[in-house]
Each structure stands twice: as C-alpha cells, then as structure tokens.
C-alpha cells in the first residue's frame, strides 16, 4: 500500500504561481512512477504530467506544456508539480497518483494508488 496526501493548493489570481506537493508513505516510493491528474466540475478526471521511477522521464498534457514542472525527490518521497503563468482553465482539483511500474501512463485507470485532491482556483 501507498498513502498519498497532496498539498500546496489555494486560490491565485491568473497569471500566478503555485506548488503542489504529493507526500508518499507505504511502500518504496522509488518503485512508482507517479501523476498528476486534474477534475473540473462536470468534467473527467484528465492527465496532466507523469514522471518516471527516478525522475529521468517527464511527460505533460499539451494544456500545461512549459507552464508546469513535474519532478521528484525520492529521498523525501514526494513528488512535485510547479505551475506557472496559471489560468482560469486550470482550476480544478489534483490528485496525484502512484502507479506500481518505473513507467508512467496516461491513464488514470493505469495507476493504482491516489490522493485524496487538493483544490486548485485560479481567479480571473
């Protein structure tokens, strides 16, 4: 078992900055490759970065190419996400995800652990 607790989420005006935070517990933490997801209201939960066990490989949804950052610290079992130049259209709540693999996958179903959400509001 992994136990996965976001933080870092609040309310920033468009334009902004913030750092999401994914602190794991449990098993190895190097051994997952790991996600961030997002969930607007009235939409599907959607992928949104993912990176490999060690943190070598990266891979961002085109919506937040060169706006958000994913990376790991395996020492500190916890993973990252920074976001800049933030939108309204990124308001929603993140998950982060652990999936028992060194490689990452674009779909939620393919991941087996989750947080439980950390609410992210950008304001116009």
């Known amino acids: 078992q992994v136990q996965l607790v976001e933080s870092g989420g609040g309310l920033v005006q468009a334009g902004g900055s913030l750092r999401l935070s994914c602190a794991a517990s449990?098993?190895?933490?190097?051994?997952?490759?790991m996600g961030w997801f997002r969930q607007a209201p009235g939409k599907e939960r959607a992928f949104v970065a993912a990176t490999s066990w060690t943190g070598g490989s990266t891979y961002y949804a085109d919506s937040v190419k060169g706006r958000f950052t994913i990376s790991r610290d395996n020492a500190k079992n916890t993973v990252y996400l920074q976001m800049i130049s933030l939108k309204p259209e990124d308001t929603a709540v993140y998950y982060c995800?652990?999936?028992?693999?060194?490689?990452?996958?674009?779909?939620?179903?393919?991941?087996?652990?989750w947080g439980q959400g950390t609410q992210v509001t950008v304001s116009s």
């Open positions: 449990g098993r190895t933490f190097g051994n997952y490759a």
């Open positions: 995800a652990a999936r028992s693999s060194n490689y990452p996958a674009f779909s939620s179903n393919e991941y087996n652990y």
